[in-house]
């Protein structure tokens, strides 16, 4: 499999994720607050590589592949993540500029649940979340520990070692994860298809 019929696997990884979501979401009724951007706001959010090739062909193909990758050459370790628009100095409002092609990670925290030390399933969310929407949260929680469908967060990250173990075992934070993900395309198309990018 190249790297392109990777980026569409992993795609629709994130078409089932989406429609598992949006049926958790249609039950729970639990979303981030409006214009909150603290998650994103972590410079320590691990991603995979994997994770990140559709929004770097994405790139590639509006040819903003090379902007990007020349904005993250100036990022630092504290660097937030670099499609993140901040709409605040403290990181606490903000937006993904590139929602539609968002990693695996960002679309799972908030909407996806792993075991506890019991076994029993709970809801892998922030705590701004957990302190703003206080009874909706324990309501959601009780829930899920009585058959609320919600994804489980291993299910989708096993799926994805599936289409490449290597690119989906190592994790960076996210900046290094989309530059990886940016020059693997790069190189895909130069290397691979002839043309010089």
């Known amino acids: ?64 592949a090379e902007a990007l990758l020349d904005q993250l050459e100036t990022t630092t370790e504290d660097s937030y993540c670099v499609v993140l628009k901040l709409l605040s100095a403290d990181g606490a409002a903000g937006h993904c500029t590139q929602y539609n092609h968002r990693g695996l990670i960002c679309r799972l925290f908030g909407n996806s649940s792993r075991r506890n030390r019991e076994g029993k399933k709970e809801l892998i969310t922030c705590k701004t979340i957990k302190e703003q929407k206080q009874q909706q949260f324990q309501m959601v929680t009780h829930a899920i520990q009585n058959g609320l469908e919600i994804p489980g967060s291993s299910d989708y990250y096993t799926r994805l070692s599936a289409i490449d ?33």
């Open 165 to 197: 173990f290597h690119m989906a075992e190592q994790q960076f934070p996210i900046n290094i994860a989309i530059k990886k993900a940016v020059e693997a395309v790069l190189s895909f198309y130069f290397y691979f298809e002839g043309q010089a990018v």
């Open 1 to 64: 499999m190249n790297l392109k019929e990777k980026s569409l696997k992993v795609n629709e990884i994130f078409n089932d994720l989406d429609m598992e979501v949006q049926d958790y979401l249609a039950q729970s009724q639990l979303t981030c607050l409006s214009g909150c951007g603290k998650c994103c706001a972590n410079p320590k959010v691990p991603a995979t590589v994997l994770e990140f090739l559709p929004l770097a062909f994405d790139l590639y193909q509006k040819g903003q």
